[in-house]
């Protein structure tokens, strides 16, 4: 199964911060790769797919980039709204796996 | 406006079996490859399996975790996807979300709100 690694676990920033969560994995998986947020109680939502492409609707100071094994998820101003779990996800190779998640708290 | 709204969680013993289903609307269900993805009390996301459409034979895939002991199916006449859960172990305690997987790509654009299944005695 491919691995995938999320750093950091706990990221602790303020509003208006630049934020970058990092997602490796064990193995090439060339731009198959989605990232999600997801917040206490509620489902996961997607914010990128194809390592780079934003889905329809999602704000755009969400961006995301990477090739290979090596993919950063980089929100520009954090807003209040975007204190939440982020998990990456490589669509490769089945079975399909997620990191392990991030949390990004309030400072 | 995409729903999917799973049921049929709820507690059950070890080794016993459950079924969940998921109904969808508002989408062309019969079009789409469709997951079950789960999630722990207090834990990450874990994938379970994947059933593709008909015109790939409504093949499945799945986790090694659950592998032997779960099965996806759907009926596409009723919008359905289910999940059957045998041989349940407490380790599966978690929630349950059905997901959809868009026509162009693998990765997962809409989820259920998900339903609990918890394994204990």
């Known amino acids: 199964d491919i691995q995938m690694t999320q750093s950091p676990s706990t990221l602790s920033a303020s509003v208006g911060d630049r934020v970058t969560i990092t997602c490796r994995a064990s193995?090439?998986?060339?731009?198959?790769l989605a990232w999600y947020h997801q917040k206490p109680g509620s489902a996961p939502k997607v914010l990128i797919y194809q390592a780079s492409s934003l889905e329809s609707g999602v704000p755009s100071r969400f961006s995301g980039s990477g090739s290979g094994t090596e993919f950063t998820l980089t929100i520009s101003s954090l807003h209040p709204d975007d204190f939440a779990s982020y998990y990456c996800q490589q669509y490769h190779t089945y079975p399909v796996t997620f990191g392990q998640g991030t949390k990004l708290e309030i400072k | 406006e995409v729903q999917l709204v799973e049921s049929g969680g709820g507690l059950v013993q070890p080794g016993g079996s459950m079924r969940l289903s998921c109904v969808a609307s508002e989408f062309t269900f019969s079009d789409h490859y469709m997951d079950w993805v789960r999630q722990a009390p207090g834990k990450g996301l874990e994938w379970v399996g994947r059933?593709?459409?008909?015109?790939?034979?409504?093949?499945?895939e799945y986790a090694a975790s659950v592998k032997g002991r779960f099965t996806i199916s759907r009926d596409d006449s009723k919008n359905s996807l289910f999940l059957q859960m045998n041989s349940l172990k407490t380790e599966d305690t978690a929630v349950y979300y059905c997901a959809r997987v868009p026509r162009d790509s693998r990765y997962v654009d809409y989820w259920g709100q998900g339903t609990l299944v918890t394994v204990s005695s």
């Open positions: 059933t593709r459409n008909k015109a790939r034979g409504y093949s499945t």
């Open positions: 193995q090439s998986i060339s731009n198959w």
